[in-house]
Structure formats: C-alpha cells, structure tokens
C-alpha cells in the first residue's frame, strides 16, 4: 500500500515525511498555484523533502496531446523518476499512449467514472486518481466508483494501480483501501486527522498520572 500527501507545502512535508510512512507527494496546478512557488523550484524541495525512495505526481498544463508530451517530458528530465498526471481526456489519453512508448511513467488524473479509469489504465497509465469526494459533491457515490474501477483493473489492466485521491474524511479514505485500493494521496488536514483523535490524549494521560502517583515520575 502507497501512502501519499497531496500538497506542496515543503514544510509540512518534511514534518509529516519524519513521522508517517509516505511513498511520496502528489500536486496539481491548483495546490501549485497556491504556494505561488514555480513548479520548477518546487519540485526539487519536495524531492528532497521526502527522499530519495519517494516518489513526486505533477502535472501537465497542455490541452493537447503533443504539448502534454512535451510539458511531460520537461517534468521528467527536472525529476527523474516523476509520475506525470494526464488528465483523462480524449487527447489525455493519446498523450498517455505515447508517453507509455516513452517510458515516462504517468497518473490518469480527474477520473470521474470507472469506464473513465480504466481507459487510462488501458492507455498505459501506470496510476488512475479517480476523485473521492468531488464526485459526491456531483451527487454521484465516490466509493462505489471506486470499487468498480478497482474490480475493473484487476481483471483486465492488473498492472496498473487506483491511487484514490479527493478525500475530506478519513472515513473515505479507508473505505477506497477496504476495495482493495494500493495507493491513497491524502490532503493535508484529512492525513493529521487520521492520527488526532482525542480519546488518544485521553488516555495517555491517565496513563501518566497512574504512573506517577505510584511512582512519583513519568519515566521508565
């Protein structure tokens, strides 16, 4: 199982990166435009930031096949080893085919659908992000799409992986992995409340005061 954060914030990454166990980072133009830090100072930061063993997803800005493979190309000799994200239009998709043919290794991004999804992978995307939450927002149920694009790519495109994405609660998160999901990315305030639950301070305290009343310390 792949644990990302979906962010930019090299900062945050860096105190995250010490303490949960990340495959990497993942950004988009948006989480890019709001640090106001152009992605080619960025990327190095966050690479450095999470390791050599970890893994960094940005993406490209073209409409168009041929600009996407090249923007994409650009990404890759800036980073080695980036996944380039695709969105998963018409022309996404014949980018993703030809980046396949050119080793450079890519995400399908802004899945809405399962049959989306797996056209991506069919494609050659090496990742699909189908977006959790945003097709909630739409009235549609995030969970059981990804459910149907995970069952999909197992009979039929198996070496490709779902890395769900679009989360506002932890809830949904864990629910993509009991599909049987191999990747997540995680915003920043979704990841720490996957830690921060109350009754944990709680109890550590009793804990404490336990000890220390028998004791009269609070170490070993």
């Known amino acids: 199982m792949e644990l990302y954060l979906d962010t930019a914030n090299v900062a945050e990454v860096e105190r995250l990166a010490r303490i949960y166990p990340l495959a990497g980072v993942t950004t988009n133009p948006s989480i890019i435009a709001a640090g106001k830090t152009p992605v080619w100072d960025v990327l190095p930061r966050l690479q450095k930031a999470v390791g050599p063993e970890g893994t960094l997803f940005a993406q490209t800005?073209?409409?168009?096949?041929?600009?996407?493979?090249?923007?994409?190309?650009?990404?890759s000799n800036a980073v080695p080893g980036i996944v380039v994200k695709i969105p998963v239009t018409a022309e996404g998709l014949a980018a993703i085919k030809l980046l396949k043919k050119?080793?450079?290794?890519?995400?399908?991004?802004a899945v809405y659908s399962a049959s989306q999804g797996l056209l991506a992978a069919l494609a050659g995307a090496k990742y699909v992000a189908p977006y959790v939450n945003r097709v909630d927002a739409q009235g549609g149920d995030g969970i059981r799409m990804v459910q149907e694009l995970q069952s999909l790519l197992e009979m039929h495109a198996p070496e490709s992986k779902v890395l769900a994405a679009s989360f506002k609660t932890p809830r949904q998160a864990l629910d993509c992995l009991l599909a049987g999901c191999e990747a997540i990315t995680l915003p920043l305030d979704v990841a720490q409340q996957m830690l921060g639950t109350p009754a944990v301070e709680s109890a550590i305290e009793?804990?404490?005061?336990?000890w220390n009343n028998a004791f009269g310390t609070l170490n070993l």
Do not use: H, W, Y
């Open 102 to 109: 050119e080793g450079i290794p890519t995400l399908g991004t």
């Open 61 to 75: 800005m073209s409409r168009d096949a041929q600009g996407m493979v090249e923007e994409a190309k650009r990404l």
């Open 206 to 210: 009793k804990f404490e005061q336990d």
